[in-house]
């Protein structure tokens, strides 16, 4: 394949710098840039300016996967939690199970819970706590 079809020499590009019509004054009276007609570097021809591409923000994703992890090592270190829920009632047990809308609380001497997530307010670790006296 013959190169000189592809990219033009160096020759190629000065004599067609030196076919373009002289570039017309600025409109607020500064010469233009290249030091005026005298220059050797070949002036390019105004071309109109191509449209900019905005990238739209992506959202965040809607799930980051941290509660699902906190929930896993709770799950596998048997931690008992304290969660307690809108209406105020303590429920103290370890984890055993999760869903998108669910937590299956075992507790000691108490029946298992299945505790729906709408209905938790928060929940901590029981060695969290802080004594109230």
Request: net charge positive; hydrophobic share 30%; glycine share 6%.
């Given at each position: 394949?013959?190169?000189?079809?592809?990219?033009?020499?160096?020759?190629?590009?000065?004599?067609?710098?030196?076919?373009?019509?002289?570039?017309r004054p600025r409109q607020n009276g500064s010469p233009?840039?290249?030091?005026?007609?005298?220059?050797?570097?070949?002036?390019?021809?105004?071309?109109?300016?191509?449209?900019?591409?905005?990238?739209?923000?992506?959202?965040?994703?809607?799930?980051?996967?941290?509660?699902?992890?906190?929930?896993?090592?709770?799950?596998?270190?048997?931690?008992?939690?304290?969660?307690?829920?809108?209406?105020?009632?303590?429920?103290?047990?370890?984890?055993?199970?999760?869903?998108?809308?669910?937590?299956?609380?075992?507790?000691?001497?108490?029946?298992?819970?299945?505790?729906?997530?709408?209905?938790?307010?928060?929940?901590?670790?029981?060695?969290?706590?802080?004594?109230?006296?």
């Amino acid at each position: 394949m013959n190169r000189k079809l592809i990219r033009p020499t160096l020759a190629d590009i000065k004599t067609k710098g030196r076919d373009l019509p002289p570039q017309r004054p600025r409109q607020n009276g500064s010469p233009p840039r290249g030091g005026g007609e005298s220059s050797h570097a070949p002036q390019r021809a105004a071309q109109p300016a191509a449209p900019v591409q905005v990238r739209k923000r992506v959202p965040p994703p809607s799930e980051t996967n941290a509660e699902i992890f906190y929930y896993k090592k709770q799950i596998d270190a048997h931690t008992p939690m304290l969660i307690v829920l809108q209406d105020g009632e303590e429920i103290e047990g370890t984890i055993e199970w999760y869903d998108r809308s669910a937590l299956k609380v075992n507790r000691k001497a108490a029946p298992n819970l299945l505790v729906l997530k709408h209905n938790i307010k928060y929940m901590y670790k029981v060695e969290d706590r802080v004594a109230t006296e």
